[in-house]
């Protein structure tokens, strides 16, 4: 109460604080206000610029090209009007400000003025609108077909290649240059596929399949996440987008489209067979084993994986063990049991797990 009281100014000599009361109150303003604001607008750049970052300025596809072109446009366009705005209201603050002798002079219904001042902001918005509109078509080019279908899970990826004859979970490789076009649906809940930079975003929703295409220009790994709040676990809801060349994506796509590979090393071949044994093979799939689950990620080539987790943790032996100990610790509320197993079991099944490639 105390310090409420002092903080808000409250409670001083009545003379003293009402003559202070119209700095105190601007200082205020900065204090609690423009400073905040200032530093959040900060945070905010900041963050945008870190590298790691996925930065829709930095677009790796077709459509992203062109939404980071109208994005200019539109700040071009905005910024005019703001200066023009600001200039105009700088000249009338000076021009017209208070002199002891003035009187404010009232004028009302000048036709000439309201003309004007609709037809200014009525072009700029057509301008804006036949923008967009240029934009979208542009982006809405020609469409083969969809080669692959990306289900949104509460919290993971399933991408399925039905020609290929596999699914993949949380990593997915395309060909640069060449147009990727997805089927997208959903087995929960409303979800959202969004791979910033390649642009555009499309819901995921149970019972029905959205699509979206692009063409990826630029060779790399882009990170695509969910967009569309899906429960406790939406922030880690991630997969890796890699664009590679036409051939490195054939390589990628027949390995995938292989069983599993046989485990060589001791631990691996004895988690091999221990995996068989308990419960895992009801919810994953891992082709050429009897494991035919289809609850939760296909684990065939688990070990070619760069995350885990849905791409949130980096694909290592240690954050393995840690995820099969106790998944509710990394992502509470998932569906992933705990496996109750002494330690060296758990070992064995990371060796398997990690053999996967
Ligand atoms: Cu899935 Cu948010």
């Known amino acids: 109460m105390m310090a409420a009281t002092e903080e808000t100014g409250r409670g001083r000599v009545p003379g003293v604080s009402g003559q202070r009361s119209g700095s105190g109150s601007r200082r205020r303003i900065v204090s609690r ?84 001042w609709t037809l200014i902001p009525a072009v700029i918005v057509t301008v804006l609108f036949v923008l967009t509109v240029q934009t979208t078509k542009q982006i809405a080019m020609p469409d083969p077909g969809a080669q692959l279908s990306a289900v949104g899970h509460r919290w993971w990826w399933e991408f399925d290649f039905p020609e290929q004859g596999f699914k993949t979970a949380n990593e997915v490789y395309v060909a640069v240059g060449r147009t990727t076009s997805i089927d997208v649906e959903s087995v929960d809940v409303i979800h959202s596929f969004w791979v910033p930079q390649m642009g555009g975003k499309v819901d995921m929703i149970p019972g029905r399949v959205n699509h979206i295409h692009f063409v990826p220009l630029k060779e790399g790994r882009y990170l695509g996440e969910c967009s569309e709040f899906c429960g406790q676990q939406h922030g880690k809801m991630r997969f890796l987008f890699v664009v590679v060349s036409p051939e490195k994506y054939s390589a990628w796509a027949h390995r995938q489209a292989e069983p599993a590979a046989q485990p060589t090393g001791a631990e691996a071949v004895a988690g091999g067979k221990l995996i068989q044994t308990i419960s895992c093979g009801s919810c994953h799939t891992i082709r050429g084993t009897p494991m035919k689950g289809t609850f939760g990620p296909d684990l065939t080539h688990f070990g070619s994986r760069s995350g885990i987790a849905a791409y949130t943790l980096p694909n290592t032996p240690e954050n393995l063990l840690a995820w099969l100990v106790d998944p509710q610790a990394i992502k509470p509320e998932c569906t992933m049991p705990t496996v109750p197993l002494p330690l060296p079991q758990q070992q064995q099944l990371v060796a398997y797990l990690e053999e996967l490639k």
């Open 33 to 116: 206000v423009l400073l905040p604001g200032a530093l959040l607008a900060l945070a905010v750049v900041v963050a945008g610029c870190a590298g790691d970052q996925p930065d829709i300025f930095r677009p790796g596809g077709s459509a992203g090209h062109e939404i980071k072109t109208l994005s200019y446009q539109m700040f071009a366009i905005l910024a005019v009007v703001l200066i023009t705005v600001w200039a105009l209201l700088a000249f009338v603050i000076i021009k017209f400000r208070r002199r002891p002798e003035s009187k404010a002079s009232q004028t009302r219904g000048n036709l000439k003025l309201e003309i004007v």
